[in-house]
């Protein structure tokens, strides 16, 4: 262990500079996290984006001569109760997460970011009203406040894509990025080349554009990758409470729901495999925003 | 490990550590076989004996920061020694390493080993750069303290100023609770702070900056430390709290027969305080003696450069500053030999070789090969400026009655500017000064119209301008601009310079097109001094005074009449600071514009403006034209603020006053009754408590409010 | 520092009107009829007469400002309505499984604190070093694994393991508090993870920040040793943000509550939300909402009083 504050080291001086490493190597040695989030997304990103060509197994094709097989050559992650193979429901189920949990980010963080900005830059009762609007989201659970969604907006399938649960999911994260936006803006407000701008007469819009939006762009991507985790982790809850995506569709909260536990006494893979996946996208996903966050804003994150 | 300088010699160590204790003392005599009587590199004045106890002295400190961006060679081999009772001054621009050295000296630099550190320092007489951080620390804080810049971020927000005080006495001196209580009363007593029984509960916010500095120096004080190293303690106090803070330093030195070395980049403060200064540039010492003979016989091109360069208020005004060309070196790159070199006008092949310091006289020192050669006192005395003839009559700006309170809810009220009238006359240059609080920010954004006044009103050219909206006011903005303090924040960092500036001539459609906005661009850049391919490039890619250049060209590009200057040299260096005020002056000549300089660096209003005003607590005390105001001043808080400003007017101990404002300005709040200055006025009168003074008329220009002025 | 709390619950009251507001208007005014949809999930096919009839029974075919107006003064005298599927009262049915969900959420944060804190301390004044790197993958880990599933996965191991489960049906903790443990240790374990890993970020980062601050490095050249440092001015500085945090991430565990509850068959308040969401029982989603967010906000007062204790600047006021 060493010191909480670490002496220099009194001693020779470096004659000359040390030699710089690359700067993928001074990537990985500052962000080691974040370039094994990032490594491991893009493989999953490929293997479920590919998983109609790469997935050994249709995902929906039942087998009752072979349910709840161990994993073994033929299926290397065993197969479920109904004899269906679980590689290829977990590369399925893959498809849905990133897809509702990335569409319902972004659509959420967008909202919330141009209702945070606009709020914060116009003032007065629109921004009186919005922010007591926003502060009564904030204090309903955002696991709650979809399940409520989920209760009133019922289903609206497109595609195949339950769209209002999208929805449901979205809506939750614009108080959240709405705030941040907000408290961002306002910070940028207070700068002095704002101001110049003002006394420039660029107007509130130019300003907006010009001067405000760019540099929120990395607290929005920033949030964006925070909002893509929680996104997924809330769809797989909803699904495993039945609330979520509907059979057929394959979803890693489904493949835990109804009897899964029960069938786990005996065959565990069945609900390690898809809990291990959303995990894995969870802990990538948290492990690229924390290193985002580092690289856009490294005052708020502290450390390094 | 290098050797300890010669003076120190072996018998007398051992006594002096008897105030150390005792597993030390080992340790002493560990270090007593290290010594040897070699010579010493780098500064010769050390070596000299004088009477009295060196404290504190330094040997060829050099210290690296292996960094992202690169190795940064921060100090790169500093000598100097520090006796008992006296101040030494290190001064120098930012990034000269003066603060560096210091947290060095303190064992305050971490990092592990991306810093490095070599030399040699010694206190009393022992070496103690090779100690291990646990020896280290029971140092600081005993025998070695520091007092910091900030006092308003120095202290713990969540402990009582009590705790904070007694702390170093309960980690050192193994005091009781009570002991400890009781020294810090008499600490408290010792800088002036009254009712210290009450205070020592009181947490930090409770306290105003400058009573925190205070506290900072109780803090110092605590174990009876025999070394202060207190960096730039004043910069950020008001001029009449820094007066008061530096006294009382001045005070416990010769009291307490401590060594204080005193960080700082204000040569008028080393002027009045120090008793030897050390000039530092680009990680090096490049001149070092006696006060007298560093300020009054400058050897150094640099130390000249920089009085010249420094607006003083007891030296005759000119036109222009001399200036330093350029701007200090890169640590990173710097250039070989003399880092001063590529900014010298007496340079030659010679300065390709690093100059050694070399003494030129029994206290005096510099690192020149081609010293400055002045005839005799350097600078000169002041005569008095002829009353030249007020300029323009004709009022470009007129505000009259301005006022704006800020309402705080629950019936508070923060009057910010309070019926605030003067004019600006065409082509002249209206200086407004005072103290943090005063207003004056406030009322550049009133005139900007980034705040909507409460009531008054103020003309541009016959023009009222108060309450025009839409496009009309968009008219008026073009007409007035504005150049900020902070070239960092003013700049938008995400934007090329040249595209910043583009833009605004787009939106108000001063030119057609993109291509021939560029063209005017480049035309601005020009004036200010900045070649074209300067608009390529993003702010942090240029220093701080190239930024304040750009700042300039974003205002003159729009071809205004009036140009607001908030502060505009303050967060500058010092001799980036002359380049930048030439600037606005030969523009205002070449261009004809009216200024609006506001600043709280009295010799910088003196030196730019043609009328000055002064204000205190939202109101103008006085006004009048330069020589006016400055030759006699009337009103007793221009007096005060006058005699506040160290200059160059006497050196330490040549008979000058002390600081003479007591007190503290009051909050903006909760005003004073009657004249707001009342409460730290010398010549109040119960009148003065109940009646707020009218503004009332000297001479023609010159005005006063002030019933006993 | 009474002003202040006063003003805290003052600002209270409006948002608690404003979430009562927004989840009656959301109920009744967004797309998809929910007596239809409840009448579905019976099984049936049910005809537009029966619906009406259904939502005349229910007294959703008034204007939907006598509704509201009707609830809002009911929220007044704690009459929350009666559930439509059960037709029992909606504040009884709450009072039922109430507690179960406060000991499951009480635990889990205690367990999260007592976790936390140490951990974020530590990772911060060692940051940069392996010890560091360890306490941020168990932190990344709380967030990335879902708490319902590592509910089944500790069940799972229990019964793998001890061949254990925590037992069933619902106990009162003051007449049996062991059972009432041995319920609730997994559950609690499981989603007081998450908080716990959401506070050691929290506490981490700050600890960090506060070790860059001035004064910080006044303790320092007070030669202070680096164990009080860190006692008294790294932590009590960085608990502020961080307290800050326990009360707003309480909101996060309560959504991690609802889903845990199913996993271990407790029967609190989340289960009962969940089958009013399955059912559309709008009435009991509406007061479910309603209660929850009272203890969001008592929670949320909790942690104001516990700030102004730590922060002076708040309990003396500034100036």
Redesign the interface.
Known sequence: MRNVFPPPSHGPLWANEPKRLPNWVELIRNYPFGVVGLLVLVIIFVASGLAHWIAPYDPLETNYANTLAAPSLQHWLGTDTFGRDLLSRVLYGGRTALFIGVSASIIGSTIGAMLGITSAYIGGWFELILERFLEVLLAIPTMILALVLVATMGRNLVFGIDFNLVLAIALPIVPNMARIARSQTLTIRRQAYVDAARTLGFSSSRIIAWHIAPNIAGPYIVMVTTFVSQAILIEASLSYLGLGVTAPTASWGLMLAGNAFNSALTAPWIVIFPGVAIALVVFSFSMLGDALRDIFDPKASAGR | MLPLPNFVRKDRLASRHSALPTRWRQRVHELLGSINDSENPGNPMAEKQIEGDVLLSVRDL???F?T?A??I?AVRGVSYDVWAGEIVALVGESGCGKSVSSL?L????????A????GAASLKGMDY??LS?EQ???????EI??V?Q?PM????????IG??IM??ML??LGYSREKAWNRAVELLTLVGVPDPERRLGL?P??FSGGMRQRV?IA?AL?CNPSVIIADEPTTALDVTIQAQILDLLQDLVDELKIGLVLITHNLGLVARYADRVNVMYAGRIVEAGTTSQVLRHPRHQYTAGLLKAVPQLDMPRQELLETIPGQPPSLRALPEGCAFRPRCSAASDKCLEIPALTRSTQDHSDACFHPFKDNGVYPAAGTPEPIKPAISKEALLTVSGLTKHFYLGRGATVRAVENVSFSVPTGGTLGLVGESGCGKTTLA?LL???EQATAGTFELDGDDLLFKRGQR??DM??K???V???PF????P??KVADALV??LL??KLRKNRREARERVEEALSLVGLPSEMGDRYPHQMSGGQRQRV?IA?ALV?EPDFIICDEPVSALDVSIQAQIMNLLVELQKKLGLTYLFIAHDLAVVRHISDIVAVMYLGRVVESGRRQELFAEPRHPYTQALLAAVPSFRGLKGEGLSRGPLQGEIP?PLNPPSGCVFHTRCPLATDECRTAVPESRSLTETHKVACVRA | MLRYLLNRLMLAIPTLLGVATLTFFMLALLPGDAVETMLRADGGNPTPEIIAAERARLGLDRPILVQFGDFLWGLFTGDLGSSSWTGKPVLDEIMLRLPVTLELAVLGMIIAVVIALPLGTLAGIFHGTWLDNLIRIFAFGGIALPSFWLGMMLALAMLWFFNWLPPLGSNSLFSDPIRVLQQLTLPALAVGYRYAAMLVRMMRASVIEAMSEDYVRTARAKGLPASSIVRRHIVPNSLLPTVTIIGLEFALMVGSLVVIEQVFSLNGLGRLFVESVARSDLIVIQGIVVVLTIIFIAINLLVDLAYAAIDPRIRLGRG
């Open positions: 050099h210290v690296q292996l992202g690169g190795l060679h060095a303190m064992g305050l630099l971490h990092g592990g080993d810093t490095r550190i070599s750069f090779g951080e280290m620390r029971r140092l600081r804080g005993r303290a520091m910091f900030e971020t120095a202290l713990n927000p969540v402990l009582t705790i904070q702390e170093p980690a050192h947490y916010h409770q900072m803090i605590a954004r900007l119209r980034l006011l968009k903005r073009r007035i601009q504005v900020y303090q902070d924040t003013s700049l938008n995400r934007h833009e605004p939106v108000h700042g974003r729009m909050s």
